[in-house]
């Protein structure tokens, strides 16, 4: 066992289902790994780490939710274009 809370880390899901979350952990193993993948973890980062590691990650977390936002947002336009249509 890593000393992590294993149970709480989805929890994060229940606030906002589209937030990037981001794992930084001390003590990287493949079982981590595997959890943080199946959990939906955005990225993973090994401590220590650089300043310049983290904001490239953050930023990386940043682009991919705002296309995840656009495409919803577009999807959610087009439905009511199409009830509107056949309305």
């Given at each position: 066992?890593?000393?992590?809370?294993?149970?709480?880390?989805?929890?994060?899901?229940?606030?906002?289902?589209?937030?990037?979350?981001?794992?930084?952990?001390?003590?990287?193993?493949?079982?981590?790994?595997r959890q943080?993948?199946?959990?939906?973890?955005?990225?993973?980062?090994?401590?220590?780490?650089?300043?310049?590691?983290?904001?490239?990650?953050?930023?990386?977390?940043?682009?991919?939710?705002?296309?995840i936002s656009?495409?919803?947002?577009?999807?959610?336009e087009l439905?009511?274009?199409?009830?509107?249509?056949?309305?």
């Amino acid at each position: 066992d890593s000393g992590a809370d294993h149970t709480d880390r989805h929890r994060f899901r229940e606030l906002d289902p589209q937030i990037m979350a981001i794992l930084i952990t001390g003590y990287p193993s493949l079982e981590t790994a595997r959890q943080a993948i199946h959990q939906g973890i955005h990225d993973y980062i090994l401590k220590p780490f650089k300043k310049d590691e983290l904001c490239a990650t953050v930023a990386a977390a940043l682009k991919r939710h705002e296309r995840i936002s656009g495409l919803e947002k577009a999807a959610h336009e087009l439905e009511e274009l199409k009830s509107i249509a056949t309305g």
